[in-house]
């Protein structure tokens, strides 16, 4: 059997007789070290082994998402300045933005000592550059407030963000990283007026950047995205992969819905409720992971979660997603 990562990679690709693929969103240390102890396998201190271990013992493929923030702004001496709120604050980010060149040795390092750790065991996502949200500068509020009272100050670190967001992904596409990727919002955050001047004049040209350089991208939205999808937006990005479709109460979409108006050569991730898989019973889960699969019979989809699985989330309920999301997708190979 090849190892996790050829086997994510191909099927993300098309390649011939590629299996599917089960990859829960990022679930949080605790959940994996109550999941080893409750299988009686070894339970380390690092979350990244853990998960690994457990990858190999239930049968899925991992991933992992790694910073790329402080590859672009690592903290300045005295601590991370507080966030910005005004124009001055704008031009300071711009200017440290400009600076990223300066650190090309030690963002190199950071990738590929990442990628040595993971090795063929996951693939690695490298971690949303949130541009329009200035890196996670400002509160999200803020984004409107501060276009609003100073947009050429805005778009120009909007610019500076995605300038050295690329020179990032450049170096982390060197080192091995296997998707690059950016986050967006649903209708709950933003317009679509919004989504149109913004997301879909940088993430393609993100996304194109990416695939110049032989790489495959990744998108992330976890929001009311149904209108965007419907408007055929996201079939506009240039994406490999989008997660993660959310359903309600997350989300507003239907899965298969979503599926049947995203284009063929996009490989969807999603979409379990994270408060079915919290709340409800191990049959509630078992029977919306079925419905799950079969919504997306005949479509490139990776069976995962609506977002990072809880920490509180039962062992049971956890175990029984991933064996039957396993079970019911190899029934369709």
Same mark, same amino acid.
């Given at each position: 059997?090849?190892?996790?990562?050829?086997?994510?990679?191909?099927?993300?690709?098309?390649?011939?007789?590629?299996?599917?693929?089960?990859?829960?969103?990022?679930?949080?240390?605790?959940?994996?070290?109550?999941?080893?102890?409750?299988?009686?396998?070894?339970?380390?201190?690092?979350?990244?082994?853990?998960?690994?271990?457990?990858?190999?013992?239930?049968?899925?493929?991992?991933?992992?998402?790694?910073?790329?923030?402080?590859?672009?702004?690592?903290?300045?001496?005295?601590?991370?300045?507080?966030?910005?709120?005004n124009e001055a604050g704008i031009y300071r980010l711009i200017a440290r933005c400009q600076q990223v060149?300066?650190?090309?040795?030690?963002?190199?390092?950071?990738?590929?000592?990442?990628?040595?750790?993971?090795?063929?065991?996951?693939?690695?996502?490298?971690?949303?550059?949130?541009?329009?949200?200035?890196?996670?500068?400002?509160?999200?509020?803020?984004?409107?407030?501060?276009?609003?009272?100073?947009?050429?100050?805005?778009?120009?670190?909007?610019?500076?963000?995605?300038?050295?967001?690329?020179?990032?992904?450049?170096?982390?596409?060197?080192?091995?990283?296997?998707?690059?990727?950016?986050?967006?919002?649903?209708?709950?955050?933003?317009?679509?007026?919004?989504?149109?001047?913004?997301?879909?004049?940088?993430?393609?040209?993100?996304?194109?950047?990416?695939?110049?350089?032989?790489?495959?991208?990744?998108?992330?939205?976890?929001?009311?995205?149904?209108?965007?999808?419907?408007?055929?937006?996201?079939?506009?990005?240039? !994406? $490999?992969?989008?997660?993660?479709?959310? @359903?309600?109460?997350?989300?507003?979409?239907? +899965? =298969?819905? &979503? #599926?049947?108006?995203?284009?063929?050569?996009?490989?969807?991730?999603?979409?379990?409720?994270?408060?079915?898989?919290?709340?409800?019973?191990?049959?509630?889960?078992?029977?919306?992971t079925r419905q799950m699969v079969q919504a997306v019979k005949g479509s490139a989809h990776i069976y995962?979660? !609506? $977002?990072?699985?809880?920490?509180?989330? @039962?062992?049971?309920?956890?175990?029984?997603? +991933? =064996?039957? &999301? #396993?079970?019911?997708?190899?029934?369709?190979?």
């Amino acid at each position: 059997m090849k190892p996790p990562r050829q086997r994510f990679l191909d099927f993300v690709r098309r390649a011939p007789a590629a299996e599917p693929i089960v990859s829960p969103f990022l679930p949080k240390p605790e959940l994996l070290e109550a999941t080893l102890r409750s299988l009686h396998l070894p339970l380390g201190h690092d979350p990244v082994e853990n998960e690994i271990r457990l990858a190999r013992a239930l049968h899925y493929e991992p991933m992992f998402m790694i910073d790329s923030s402080e590859q672009m702004f690592p903290p300045e001496p005295g601590g991370e300045a507080s966030l910005i709120q005004n124009e001055a604050g704008i031009y300071r980010l711009i200017a440290r933005c400009q600076q990223v060149g300066e650190r090309q040795a030690a963002i190199h390092q950071h990738y590929h000592t990442w990628r040595e750790r993971i090795g063929e065991e996951g693939v690695i996502v490298i971690g949303h550059p949130l541009v329009t949200w200035l890196n996670g500068k400002i509160k999200q509020e803020d984004m409107f407030f501060l276009e609003a009272d100073y947009p050429q100050a805005y778009r120009a670190c909007v610019q500076a963000i995605i300038e050295a967001s690329l020179l990032v992904f450049e170096i982390a596409i060197q080192e091995g990283i296997d998707f690059m990727s950016e986050g967006g919002y649903g209708l709950e955050m933003v317009s679509p007026g919004w989504y149109e001047r913004y997301d879909l004049d940088y993430i393609p040209r993100l996304a194109a950047f990416t695939h110049a350089r032989g790489g495959l991208f990744w998108y992330h939205n976890c929001g009311k995205s149904r209108e965007l999808i419907r408007r055929g937006y996201f079939n506009r990005l240039g !994406a $490999d992969v989008i997660e993660t479709i959310s @359903p309600p109460p997350e989300g507003n979409n239907d +899965l =298969r819905e &979503a #599926r049947q108006m995203l284009d063929r050569s996009i490989c969807t991730k999603g979409n379990l409720s994270l408060i079915l898989l919290r709340d409800g019973s191990v049959e509630e889960v078992e029977k919306a992971t079925r419905q799950m699969v079969q919504a997306v019979k005949g479509s490139a989809h990776i069976y995962s979660t !609506a $977002d990072a699985v809880f920490g509180e989330t @039962p062992v049971e309920n956890f175990v029984a997603f +991933l =064996r039957t &999301a #396993r079970e019911e997708a190899e029934k369709l190979v």
